[in-house]
């Protein structure tokens, strides 16, 4: 579990000082103290703190020097400041500067609490938005591929590293993962990105249409041929080939492609005449090409051939902390295709979503995304506007049971332990569950050390 809020108070009155740490510590949070403002930068430079809250006037480096240190030194840190009734010039003045508020003495218990609260919710978003940035952004280096998980980070950096060289590569995956969208990353970063990018599906096309479409033909090279046609590879010359569904080729194909593989030449049909082709190939494939070579359906040496640089696109259900940063792209796209207005996931969607296995993978996940703009009536899509078939797959609410001997403190450990288990990224979710505060589940996890 994620640990309780880090709160740093700065007083050079030990009274307020004390007191303040002790409200703080009662709300859930991990709470330090430091008694100038020269403390609190020492802390500061050797630790981690969401929120210092700091008295405006203290001897040495007034609350004002310590803002300004923590905006240069620690941006990400929210800064609270506490001045008199008189000073609120000031304090207005340090919000000016990069202060989240301030507070006038003495301090009000709850308005500290709830300041306290919108700040962490405030860094919390911009957390999320810079997160948000950064994955997108992966989208348009990477070709529209979207993910910021270790998998698709790994991937990445495969892809980064491949795309300047001719070496042939192998993508493989479930169906729906991204696999032609790995390989026009790869055509969109190398050498040949100006040249063609030409697709091919050989499980589409039958044995001799197959044949035709990838080598092409002469005029007369068999019925209905009533003049040259060149084929995919040619057309692919100076650019990438992309051949996908390979593991359905046929064998005499096959025993064609690995020709090609070996020697960058080809016949086209009907013809005697030897034709260079400069090609880069990417081939993929969602069967196991280890038991398709076991059963005799697949050449070995043209696996050896392909398999130069092996990519293993990972299934949705392997990769879900991508799944919200998919869900905001697709929404962003579909409603500005349909001219719909920004739309949001409800936690509890998300909960669902989170928790279905998309055997689909990307593209099923997409569908859903398309569905929901186009049928929701709400700005916020609610756990009724998915489809009926993940709503009904998690109908059936969880139960725990609990010994009638157990004490009260145990009880409720296990309850909270028990809705952690499903819900473990999203703590405001996890306390509107249990139907407490943030600031109470916080408090909490350090209590039943739930860490």
Not at 150 to 165: D, L, Y
Not at 253 to 260: A, E, F, M, N, P
Not at 435 to 449: E, M
Request: glycine letters at 6%.
């Amino acid at each position: 579990m994620p640990e309780a809020a880090r709160v740093l108070v700065v007083d050079d009155e030990i009274n307020i000082r004390e007191a303040m740490s002790a409200i703080l510590r009662d709300e859930g949070y991990e709470v330090s103290a430091a008694a100038s403002a020269e403390e609190a930068m020492a802390l500061l430079g050797g630790d981690c703190f969401q929120v210092v809250v700091s008295d405006m006037r203290m001897d040495g480096q007034s609350g004002l020097d310590l803002l300004r240190w923590i905006r240069e030194n620690c941006p990400e840190t929210e800064v609270i400041l506490l001045t008199a009734y008189g000073s609120v010039e000031g304090a207005v003045e340090a919000m000016k500067m990069g202060a989240y508020d301030y507070l006038c003495k003495p301090v009000d218990r709850r308005r500290l609490s709830l300041l306290i609260e919108k700040a962490l919710e405030k860094q919390r978003l911009s957390a999320e938005n810079r997160n948000l940035r950064r994955r997108l952004s992966l989208k348009e280096e990477f070709s529209n591929i979207i993910g910021g998980s270790g998998r698709m980070r790994q991937i990445f950096k495969v892809i980064s590293e491949v795309a300047p060289t001719n070496a042939t590569v192998l993508i493989t995956g479930e169906s729906g993962t991204g696999k032609e969208l790995a390989a026009r990353a790869i055509h969109s970063r190398s050498n040949r990105r100006s040249g063609p990018f030409i697709t091919l599906n050989c499980g589409a096309l039958p044995d001799t249409l197959l044949e035709s479409e990838l080598f092409g033909y002469e005029k007369g090279a068999f019925t209905g041929a009533a003049g040259m046609k060149t084929g995919r590879i040619e057309m692919a010359s100076g650019g990438t080939l992309f051949l996908d569904e390979i593991g359905d080729m046929t064998p005499k194909t096959q025993v064609d492609l690995l020709r090609v593989l070996q020697d960058r030449e080809l016949r086209r049909l009907g013809g005697t005449k030897v034709i260079k082709v400069d090609v880069r190939f990417i081939a993929a494939t969602n069967k196991d090409l280890a038991t398709e070579i076991a059963e005799k359906r697949f050449r070995e040496d043209l696996y050896y051939r392909l398999n130069v640089v092996p990519i293993a696109m990972p299934a949705l259900r392997d990769r879900k902390e991508d799944i919200p940063v998919l869900m905001q792209a697709f929404l962003e796209e579909f409603c500005r295709l349909h001219q719909k207005e920004t739309k949001k996931v409800a936690d509890r969607t998300m909960e669902l979503m989170l928790r279905h296995t998309w055997p689909g993978n990307v593209r099923e996940l997409r569908n859903v995304a398309e569905r929901m703009v186009l049928l929701s009536h709400s700005d916020t899509l609610e756990p009724r506007d998915l489809p009926g078939s993940i709503r009904r797959e998690h109908n059936d609410r969880p139960e725990i049971t609990i010994p009638l001997d157990q004490p009260l403190e145990q009880i409720e450990k296990t309850v909270i332990s028990s809705v952690f288990s499903r819900i473990t990224r999203n703590r405001r979710l996890a306390a509107q569950t249990l139907g407490i505060s943030l600031r109470a589940l916080h408090y909490k996890i350090r209590r039943f050390q739930l860490d």
